[in-house]
């Protein structure tokens, strides 16, 4: 089956830097995608990773390395704003996105 | 660019009772998708589209159906709401090409309670 696993709650400090990671195992892999989701609306798109290494991005990097099926989304200089759900998402070999249940982030002051 | 819109964003019903969501996109996207979100778990793909007139079952198909008569609107319908069928429902839509473009854009939702 498919299969992707991301903790389910993580807290933080304003200020502070967090690593949210995934990993992953499934039918084929054409890339994998970070979305956020704030309480109450819809995914946006963070990143896209499809070759190993990291790829930076402002504030933010995410990390993959496809032999080991395993992502992370690194988050910098905190801020309140970035409380939010982060959700890892594989594209499979029929080019469907298989969705991770999210990890909740806390961010105190 | 409104992107992509969804309505009723709520929407109560009683059990056994019927109604349509609908997706509008105004990107000029080829591929449209149905999900729900529950608590505690990602995003389960309901039903899809490739293209205008062509629609393909999820992971979680069953009680709903779709139809894509024009390439901007998806509809989904649920002909005989069940309990289980409260939820979020999400739609989102992506071009094609290459894989970067399987990115998709989301709807705001429509939040739906069947009693």
């Known amino acids: 089956g498919q299969n992707i696993d991301q903790p389910t709650e993580m807290t933080a400090t304003e200020g502070a830097i967090v690593q949210i990671n995934c990993t992953y195992q499934t039918s084929g892999f054409n890339g994998l995608f970070w979305y956020q989701q704030h309480a109450g609306e819809a995914p946006t798109f963070l990143s896209y990773n499809v070759l190993d290494g990291l790829e930076e991005k402002g504030r933010f990097s995410s990390f993959l390395s496809r032999s080991k099926g395993y992502s992370y989304l690194l988050l910098k200089e905190l801020q309140m704003k970035d409380s939010a759900s982060y959700l890892c998402a594989v594209l499979d070999s029929n080019y469907q996105l298989i969705w991770g249940a999210g990890t909740k982030l806390i961010i105190k002051p | 660019n409104a992107g992509v819109t969804q309505t009723p964003k709520f929407r109560v019903l009683k059990t056994g009772q019927s109604m349509t969501l609908l997706c509008a996109q105004d990107m000029n996207h080829e591929y449209m998708y149905w999900y729900r979100q529950d608590p505690g778990m990602g995003l389960r793909l309901i039903h899809y589209s490739v293209g205008e007139g062509t629609t393909a079952k999820g992971e979680v198909p069953d009680g709903y159906n779709v139809s894509r008569l024009k390439k901007q609107n998806f509809l989904l319908g649920l002909e005989s709401a069940a309990p289980s069928q409260t939820s979020v429902y999400f739609c989102?839509?992506?071009?094609?090409?290459?894989?970067?473009?399987?990115?998709?854009?989301f709807g705001p939702g429509t939040r739906l309670t069947v009693t």
């Open positions: 989102a839509s992506t071009r094609t090409g290459s894989e970067i473009s399987y990115e998709q854009y």
